[in-house]
């Protein structure tokens, strides 16, 4: 297939209806009237910039049997993202030049989507020696988040210095907020639901407390530091005090911290059992809130694929995680779109303007205009789908199987190629 083409009457996030041309990769002209030799009807559909995902678990090395970096940005295209950051707990974790290195390539050779490595903050995921951060940052990779996710930067010092170092590249730390000791064998949120159903609670004050030291040491440092994952109204607080006082925080949300609560957890579906856990239905409210008034950046899946037998058993026992990336863009597009209260320009800052900037993909959250590299995804706003369990995903840990839920990505556009084309993944021309 050409690599000249023309989405002929798309409609842009402000709301106007136009052609969009692409050659050889680039965003050529977006205007009206518009021709080349192949010409596709984008009648109806919402053209955005390619979604970019801060925070996925590929799972490539080690874990193949959950994900692999090509089934995984398969799911990704699929989902109308253009980019992802893989995260660092693989086996071998991903915490030197030559692991994020093989995981960049892995992404290159998948040809679905830019797989940007996480580097681990912290030797082995293991709190206790920082990893060679400017080693990541200075491979063939080029590092600029750097994470534990799976575990916290417990240690304050080790914080303080993962902060103070990645200055010296513009980078940024990714901080997975739990407190270790006060979530021990923790299996759900601590509340009304986990006394009643007998099972060992997860405080908020475990993730608000390790926020509030973190921005303070931020501050402290004068460094950037990014939240994963917020899940509790208290965070919301904590990040909210932080911005106005000009420290240099920005936080995600995921989407199943936006639509689900603990009180799920009572069906003992370990397919709801997730880390930070489900929290109430106030928690989810106000991180709605959050997202739409600008405290939370963006939204990251965290997309954690797991198999089979790691969730069919019993909830004590069951792995943590859910899988995020094919249905992200539906949960957005409820919450801000079919709420009434937000924006597709807004869609397009949380997915895909703003977790580029955090990440610094310099190819990546692009306006959709003449020389923008040609990320481009399509979605038809009026379709109503029931999620699946079949997915491009090895695993099939999804929670919203069986749910229907607002929009189609129809078409995923990755450097000037379709990646998806009619919702279904396309055998694209560079291979
Ligand atoms: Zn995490």
Not at 47 to 75: C, I, N
Not at 300 to 315: Q, V
Request: glycine share 8%.
């Amino acid at each position: 297939m050409s690599s000249n083409f023309v989405l002929k009457n798309v409609t842009l996030a402000a709301g106007e209806t136009k052609d969009i041309q692409v050659s050889d990769g680039f965003i050529t002209s977006v205007g009206a009237g518009l021709v080349a030799d192949e010409m596709i009807d984008c009648n109806g559909l919402v053209a955005l910039p390619g979604f970019v995902d801060l925070h996925t678990h590929l799972r490539e090395p080690g874990f193949e049997q959950s994900e692999t970096v090509l089934t995984g940005t398969q799911s990704a295209a699929l989902g109308g993202f253009t980019a992802v950051h893989a995260m660092a707990n693989t086996m071998p974790v991903a915490d030197t030049a030559g692991v994020v290195e093989q995981v960049a390539s892995l992404g290159i050779e998948a040809g679905y989507a830019e797989v940007f490595p996480i580097g681990a903050v912290t030797i082995g995921l293991e709190g206790k020696q920082l990893a060679e951060l400017g080693a990541m940052a200075n491979s063939k990779a080029q590092v600029k988040v750097f994470s534990d996710d799976g575990k916290c930067v417990h240690d304050p010092v080790i914080m303080r210095r993962a902060l103070e170092y990645v200055k010296a590249f513009e980078g940024v730390i990714a901080q997975h907020a739990q407190e270790p000791r006060l979530t021990e064998g923790a299996q759900m949120h601590e509340g009304a639901v986990s006394a009643e159903l007998g099972l060992t609670g997860w405080p908020s004050v475990a993730e608000e407390s390790i926020i509030a030291r973190d921005v303070l040491l931020a501050e402290h440092v004068n460094s950037r530091i990014h939240i994963c994952h917020l899940s509790t109204a208290g965070s919301v607080e904590i990040i909210r005090w932080a911005k106005a006082r000009g420290i240099k925080v920005t936080a995600e949300v995921t989407p199943h911290h936006l639509l689900l609560t603990d009180e799920l957890v009572r069906s003992f579906d370990s397919v709801y059992k997730v880390n930070p856990p489900l929290r109430t239905a106030q928690d989810v409210e106000a991180l709605r809130e959050a997202l739409i008034d600008g405290t939370i950046d963006i939204i990251a899946t965290d997309h954690a694929p797991h198999p089979i037998e790691s969730k069919d058993c019993e909830w004590n026992a069951a792995a943590f995680g859910m899988l995020g990336l094919e249905t992200a863009a539906s949960i957005a597009q409820e919450v801000l779109i079919e709420s009434g209260k937000s924006s597709w320009t807004r869609l397009a800052e949380v997915l895909s303007f703003a977790p580029a900037r955090i990440g610094g993909d310099s190819n990546q959250g692009q306006m959709i205009q003449a020389g923008s590299v040609a990320n481009i995804v399509l979605i038809d706003p009026k379709a109503r789908r029931k999620v699946v369990a079949d997915s491009a995903s090895k695993s099939k840990n999804s929670p919203y199987v069986g749910l229907e839920l607002p929009g189609r990505v129809v078409h995923t556009i990755f450097k000037g190629y379709f990646t998806v084309r009619d919702s279904q993944l396309a055998n694209w021309g560079r291979r």
